[in-house]
């Protein structure tokens, strides 16, 4: 087999679903059926039913990956953080879940999380520059 290697700016969507269906297939074959769920649980603005927060992930593998906590600087302090975090990991036992998974930055909740009983299992320095990203973990008993 004869190839070449280009750089593509700006690669569409095109690009990314190319390089993904070998790695898609390879992955199918090593682990099985990653069954993929997406999940959300929506803040709403009670009067104008806008949404205005709320926490996205999605299930594969068994696990739960939060993409996505957002809470407004107007419902702070409210518990509605936790409340979500509470829903996921009852959302998670019912889908059957090994546990929960998601990454933060060191200027945003990692205290929370940590709080919630999430334990840290890796963390990237200078991300962004002067900061940490930081990756936790809590299984499901």
């Not at 569409?12 to 390879?26: C, T, W």
């Not at 990653?34 to 009067?47: H, M, S």
């Not at 593998?61 to 009852?90: H, N, S, T, V």
């Not at 546990?99 to 334990?119: C, H, V």
Request: contains cysteine; aromatic residues 10%.
């Amino acid at each position: 087999m004869s190839t070449r290697i280009e750089i593509a700016t700006n690669p569409g969507e095109e690009e990314r679903a190319a390089i993904l269906r070998p790695l898609r297939a390879h992955n199918l074959a090593k682990a099985g059926d990653p069954k993929p769920e997406a999940v959300a649980l929506v803040v709403r603005d009670e009067q104008s039913d806008e949404i205005i927060g709320g926490l996205s992930g999605e299930i594969f593998y068994r696990w739960l990956f939060i993409e996505l906590l957002a809470i407004p600087e107007q419902a702070k302090g409210q518990g509605i953080g936790a409340r979500l975090m509470k829903m996921a990991e009852d959302l998670a036992r019912e889908k059957g879940c090994v546990g929960i998974w998601l990454d933060t930055f060191d200027f945003q909740a990692p205290g929370f999380y940590q709080k919630l009983g999430y334990t840290e299992f890796g963390h990237l320095d200078d991300f962004p520059p002067g900061h940490k990203r930081f990756y936790f973990q809590k299984r499901l008993g």
